[in-house]
């Protein structure tokens, strides 16, 4: 199976590859212009708004490894943009204290989503979108249809502990990304995780905390969607209650897209930031092609099928070998 998820991410990046050079071929100007497409600013902006789906995605790569799924990471930015903002802009704290605050909201979301599925038995899918509706409507009553500018507030061209705005979420999705894949890979806690989703009952009776480690996938997931909402809030300048609207099918389909099988028990973290990456330049490339703007969800979704449909064909050749 090692060897199975290398040919996947290596496949993964060729996608990734391929995707870069035909719109550098499409979008090729005329002499005398400079490429809309193929410049480090172009490439800066694809990785600025990647990684605001990428750093969630590595969450929900680790609840679909786990066999679980989380459908609350868009809700849990938008109401950590919105705290965030109003400690910020309107209680006078300290940036890095309501951003806290937030973290501590994406935190206790995730624990909630895992206590309805762990102690409730609810199914994931009804636990987490019961979630998302709350926190979704939580941020429309704190705004009250307001926002909070946290622009206004900002120092121009400031950095973060010496890194310039712009690449913080970069930075943060790369560490991130790092880190998550040590653990998943080096670690015992990671190899528990790949067990509850491969099969929980055999992880059970092998002695694995299954619904302690269950608990930590959702609060992981909720943890990092807040890191996404915190980045989201000081690149934008902006708390806004319908910030991320959608996201959590882009995050779902960046982790899936990257390896994560939906019926758990594999995936790949670093899979899922190539997912987030394959999509950010879809989404970038796609508006400087007159019309095709239009074909962007029918394009989103092509590619998601068409690369599950290759891993099931891929995991099945292995399986009959």
């Not at 990471?73 to 903002?85: D, E, K, Q, S, Y």
């Not at 704290?93 to 206590?115: C, D, Q």
């Not at 206004?152 to 979420?169: C, M, V």
């Not at 809030?233 to 902006?238: L, N, P, R, W």
Request: net charge positive; glycine share 12%; charged share 10%.
């Amino acid at each position: 199976m090692t060897s199975i998820w290398r040919a996947r991410e290596f496949s993964t990046v060729l996608i990734l590859l391929a995707e870069v050079l035909f719109f550098a071929w499409y979008l090729w100007p005329e002499a005398g212009r400079s490429h809309p497409f193929l410049n480090s600013g172009n490439f800066l902006l694809i990785l600025k708004y990647s990684s605001i789906y990428g750093i969630a995605a590595i969450g929900a790569a680790v609840v679909i490894i786990s066999g679980g799924i989380d459908l609350a990471p868009g809700a849990i930015i938008a109401l950590t943009t919105v705290i965030t903002g109003y400690l910020f802009v309107e209680a006078g704290w300290p940036l890095w204290a309501g951003a806290s605050v937030g973290l501590m909201v994406g935190a206790l979301a995730g624990l909630l989503s895992s206590w309805l599925i762990v102690r409730m038995r609810l199914p994931p899918f009804i636990a987490t979108l019961g979630v998302m509706g709350i926190l979704r409507g939580t941020a429309f009553i704190i705004t009250e249809a307001r926002f909070y500018d946290l622009s206004a507030k900002l120092p121009r061209n400031w950095h973060i502990a010496g890194i310039s705005i712009d690449w913080l979420g970069p930075a943060v999705m790369i560490a991130l990304a790092v880190v998550f894949q040590r653990l998943m890979t080096g670690y015992q806690w990671g190899r528990s995780v790949s067990a509850v989703g491969g099969n929980e009952t055999a992880a059970l009776f092998s002695g694995i905390p299954v619904n302690w480690i269950k608990t930590t996938t959702y609060v992981l997931s909720g943890t990092l969607a807040a890191v996404s909402g915190v980045v989201l809030a000081v690149v934008q300048g902006q708390g806004k209650a319908d910030l991320a609207s959608g996201y959590e099918l882009d995050i779902i389909a960046s982790a899936v897209v990257g390896g994560a099988s939906l019926v758990g028990g594999r995936g790949s973290v670093a899979g899922a930031v190539l997912g987030a990456l394959i999509f950010g330049v879809l989404r970038n490339a796609l508006p400087q092609i007159p019309g095709a703007t239009f074909y962007d969800r029918l394009i989103v979704g092509v590619v998601v099928i068409g690369i599950v449909v290759m891993d099931q064909m891929l995991t099945r050749r292995s399986g009959n070998a």
